[in-house]
């Protein structure tokens, strides 16, 4: 593989023995079978150096995502990653910021779906003014290939078609249901073709990719499901996560990444929502919400959980109005009505200190679930 604009590799000696046997060293004898010219790209040091020109990293998605790069986006079934994927394509096709800082000029996309109904997709745009240069891909049904073999050089083929450099496909788990045998030799088999169409012909792939069931809490590498392959051959993983306790509230956490420093956002995690923005749903950062990913979960110290949040409201102020705490706080329904059923067990208790739960739960009507919550704010034994 040459790349476009590197000189050529340093030209061999004619002396030089391109076929090496090892008899010399006392290894047992070993002779190439192909020429190391074929197989090694050479270039001086000094000559990368004036050939390359160093640039600060282009944002695709903020800093969390960057132009050139093969990302996994990865999270829980249901969690919002197909939402994110799809704002991401919409922001790089207009060349608008969609949640996040986009660098790109607007440009042609390639969102390569597999799983989304058609319903779904109109559903999710409504009357949104979305840019021609969004294109959907779908798979033919038809095809009778070996679709996960095939795809990096049917991606090639597109990008070339409709003058592409972007990519979003949605999402890696549907390429991976029929593997068979050595799961890690597979992946890597699939995942080193798409990594080099961004090597070789500076395109950016952004793909989604599932998250193990029953992995929960704060996310790893080992979170990214199925082989480990997978954040091994790409240039960035970024997680999408749920905090306790809010049903519209979502995270995301950079893992890794090795084309800049990694992104921490004064903690681990950019926080944000879910919500419809001018016709589109979308995921909408917070700057308020910066914390380390490990206080959503065990109440570590970080930022306030939206829940706490809510609870606090109506400690304050037991005859506070959903409308007003939406109105400060962006949360669910759900999140209101547990929230308010905790408060209730909380002042209670407060009033009543040698109450037991089961008489708690008698004077005020509330649940289990909200009568654990007060224990835990009350610092009691759960």
């Known amino acids: 593989m040459t790349f476009e604009g590197m000189p050529p590799a340093i030209t061999p000696s004619p002396k030089v023995n391109q076929r090496v046997t090892y008899d010399a060293l006392k290894f047992q004898s070993i002779e190439s079978k192909g ?124 990008m070339e078609m409709h003058g592409a450099k972007v990519v979003i496909l949605d999402n890696l788990s549907y390429f991976e249901a029929d593997i068979e045998g050595d799961t890690h030799k597979e992946t890597n088999k699939f995942l080193r073709p798409l990594n080099a169409l961004c090597q070789a012909h500076g395109a950016t792939i952004i793909a989604g990719h599932h998250r193990p069931k029953g992995d929960e809490g704060p996310m790893t590498l080992k979170s990214v499901s199925g082989s480990s392959e997978y954040a091994r051959r790409c240039d960035a993983v ?35 929502h879910l919500e419809e923005v001018d016709g589109l749903l979308q995921w909408v950062y917070t700057p308020a919400g910066n914390c380390n990913e490990r206080s959503l979960f065990d109440g570590e110290p970080g930022a306030i959980r939206v829940g706490e949040r809510v609870l606090r409201m109506f400690l304050d102020d037991p005859d506070v109005t959903p409308d007003e705490i939406t109105d400060e706080i962006q949360c669910s329904k759900a999140t209101i009505s547990y929230q308010r059923s905790a408060a209730k067990a909380i002042a209670y208790w407060q009033d009543n200190p ?7 739960k008698r004077a005020t009507g509330v649940d289990d679930r909200a009568i654990k919550a007060a224990r835990k704010h009350l610092k009691m034994d759960v």
């Open 354 to 360: 040698g109450a037991t739960g089961v008489e708690v």
């Open 238 to 272: 970024v997680g999408m996560g749920k905090p306790d306790g809010n049903t519209q509230a979502r995270y995301l956490v950079q893992l890794i990444t090795r084309d800049e420093e990694p992104v921490n956002h004064g903690g681990n995690v950019a926080m944000g």
């Open 35 to 158: 020429n190391v010219y074929d197989f090694f790209e050479f270039e001086r040091i000094p000559d990368l150096q004036k050939r390359v020109q160093v640039t600060d990293p282009v944002q695709v998605f903020g800093p969390l995502i960057t132009q050139g790069s093969f990302t996994i986006l990865f999270g829980a079934p249901k969690v919002g990653k197909s939402i994110v994927l799809f704002q991401i394509a919409a922001s790089v096709a207009s060349g608008k910021d969609y949640g996040m800082e986009c660098h790109l000029p607007p440009q042609p996309v390639l969102y390569i779906d597999v799983e989304n109904k058609d319903q779904t997709i109109a559903r999710r745009i409504q009357d949104h003014d979305i840019h021609p240069n969004l294109i959907r891909v779908k798979l033919r049904m038809s095809f009778d290939g070996n679709i996960r073999q095939e795809l990096p050089n049917m991606i090639a083929t597109a």
